[in-house]
């Protein structure tokens, strides 16, 4: 039995071997097959989505992001030396720096530029202490794009996400961007999430540890457990924010074309809707964020006349065993 899920015609465009990109730093030959079907998705996710004109670019975590950044950094500094790199945890930091990329942080992106500044009063102490502001109002520039990878996607876009413990910096920056682009091998495809990944990973503060688990346990999780830090440290894995991680286990999770008037999706029957199941994990008190990334991409987000990114990307580019990249678009989506 093979891992990989095929991705239905109707919603997958195919970039043959063709498309492969040839100024890659090391030769295709020395990569296993997974890791070149990894590094050509990159490359065409980075080829697509990619401008010179863009002044934020968030970067990701995982293994595939380090092609991603490998192919913006082949375009060279006349290009890259003009644009903000922003990171979602320490790994994607350090690819950022090692590539020779500008640096930059979620949480120093500049202010828009507005009409709205109002001049200071007769003491610049007032604008220090917040009694008077300079008409910000807290807008920030958004990233022109997120370039990601995930744990599962399913046919709906809808990912799991934090495998690698940065899931809540990784919500972050893809929420801060016009769009979010994820990037994978063809293992990550399945209909359905939850299908081959085995748990949703929930980022908590420490001390609700075992509220969380509790409540995990009343919305349908078997067994969820405390990521424990392996070989290399005793006891549970401490992520970037100094939070630990749940796994919590579910059945598959359904999208909306799976719903009826018996099947709701609300956790009945052990059947949860994604997004459902999503907003329900986030209202859980001492969970600061899960690895579900559902609901609306940032084109929707902007079409409905409204601040900030979606959760889900707008396509996802898929490195197969064929060599073959295969894209699925939110466009070609109708769930």
Not at 111 to 124: A, C, M, Q, V
Not at 135 to 141: D, H, P, S
Not at 168 to 196: G, H, I, M, P
Not at 252 to 275: A, C, N
């Amino acid at each position: 039995m093979t891992d990989k899920a095929p991705i239905p015609s109707s919603a997958a465009q195919v970039v043959g071997a063709s498309a492969s990109i040839t100024s890659a730093s090391a030769p295709m030959a020395s990569l296993s097959p997974i890791e070149t079907a990894k590094r050509k998705a990159a490359y065409r996710a980075v080829e697509d989505h990619f401008s010179p004109d863009f002044h934020y670019v968030g970067i990701g975590s995982g293994s595939t992001v380090v092609y991603v950044v490998e192919a913006i950094a082949a375009k060279g500094p006349a290009v890259t030396s003009k644009i903000i790199f922003v990171p979602t945890g320490f790994q994607s930091r350090e690819l950022i720096v090692e590539a020779g990329l500008p640096l930059g942080s979620i949480d120093s992106l500049v202010p828009l530029e507005t009409t709205k500044y109002r001049k200071f009063g007769d003491s610049h102490a007032d604008v220090a202490t917040g009694k008077q502001d300079m008409g910000l109002k807290g807008e920030r520039v958004m990233l022109d794009v997120a370039f990601d990878g995930a744990d599962e996607v399913d046919e709906g876009l809808n990912c799991i996400k934090g495998g690698g413990g940065c899931l809540f910096q990784e919500k972050l920056v893809a929420t801060s961007a016009k769009k979010f682009v994820c990037v994978a091998d063809f293992r990550k495809y399945q209909t359905r999430l939850l299908s081959k990944w085995p748990t949703i990973p929930i980022e908590i503060v420490r001390e609700a540890r075992g509220t969380v688990l509790r409540q995990l346990k009343t919305l349908g999780s078997p067994a969820p457990f405390i990521r424990q830090g392996g070989s290399s440290k005793a006891g549970p894995a401490i992520t970037d924010n100094n939070n630990f991680i749940i796994d919590a286990p579910f059945p598959p999770l359904l999208t909306p074309s799976d719903l009826t008037d018996d099947i709701r999706g609300d956790g009945k029957y052990g059947k949860w809707e994604v997004l459902t199941l999503a907003k329900e994990l986030k209202s859980i008190v001492g969970v600061l964020e899960h690895g579900l990334f559902a609901g609306r991409n940032g084109a929707e987000v902007t079409a409905a006349g409204e601040e900030g990114g979606g959760q889900k990307p707008i396509a996802a580019y898929f490195g197969m065993e064929s060599g073959e990249v295969e894209v699925r678009s939110a466009k070609d989506i109708n769930l």
